[in-house]
C-alpha cells in the first residue's frame, strides 16, 4: 500500500494532506524519512509523524455530527472561524469528515476513522444520493423546478441528476425537498442564486444510507456502518 494512503486510511489525515507531510520530511518508515508518497509500506512497518506513532484502523467506525451553521468543516482556518472538530467531546477517536457542508449550511456531517471509506463515500462515480432541506424566501415558480429537474446549465457547469419538490410553503416561506448525486461545489446554492431565489436555511437530512434523524445541534454520536454503503 501507498503510504500516503497507508497514513488516509489509518484516520490520520486525508491523502491530499499525508503528501504534504511526506513532502516536508514529516514521514518515516521505519526510522528513515519518506522521500516520496508512492513508496509502498505494509503493515509491519514501523510509519511515525513527528513523534506520533501511526496504525491502520482495523475496524471501520462512523459517527454523525449535526453541524450548526458557522462552522467550517476542517481543522485549521487562518480566519479563526469555529470548527466542527471543535465540538467532539475529549476522549473521541481522531476522525476525518466524510464531504463538507458550507460555512452557512447545516445538517447532517459523517466521520470516520477510515481514509477508505470516506473515499468511497466521496466519490462521485459511486453516486450517493444527499438530500436536503432548503426554506427559500418567497415563492417559487413549478416551470422552474421543471426546468432544473430535466438538468440546468449554469456558468458552463451542467447540474444534473437533481430532484427538486416542494414540501411546503405559506405567504413568506417556500420549503423544498433537494435530492442530488453529483455533490458539485456549493451545487444548490448556485442554482437558487441563478433563479434569484434567497436561501434563508439550507439543511442536509441524508447522506447515502444515514439519516440526521433527532440528533440536535451541535450533537454527535455512533452509528452503524451500513454494509455496501
Partial sequence: MRIAKFIANAGFCS??????LIENKIVKINNNICLHPSETVSKNDK????????????????WKIYKPVKYICSTKDERNRKKIFDLIPKGFPRMISIGRLDFMSEGLLLLTN???????????????QRIYRVCIRGKIEKKDI?????????????????????NKSDKIYTWLIVKLREGKNREIRNICKYFSWPIVKLIRIQYGPYKLGNLKEGKIEEIKVIKNA
Fill in 15 to 20: 491523502r491530499r494532506d499525508a503528501e504534504k
Fill in 47 to 62: 510509519i511515525t509523524i513527528g513523534k506520533k506513532n501511526i496504525q491502520l484502523q482495523e475496524t471501520v467506525r462512523l
Fill in 114 to 128: 477510515s481514509g477508505d471509506y470516506s473515499r468511497t463515500l466521496e466519490l462521485p462515480s459511486e453516486g450517493y
Fill in 146 to 166: 421543471e426546468k432544473i429537474n430535466k438538468g440546468i446549465k449554469i456558468d458552463n457547469i451542467t447540474y444534473k441528476n437533481i430532484k427538486i419538490k416542494i
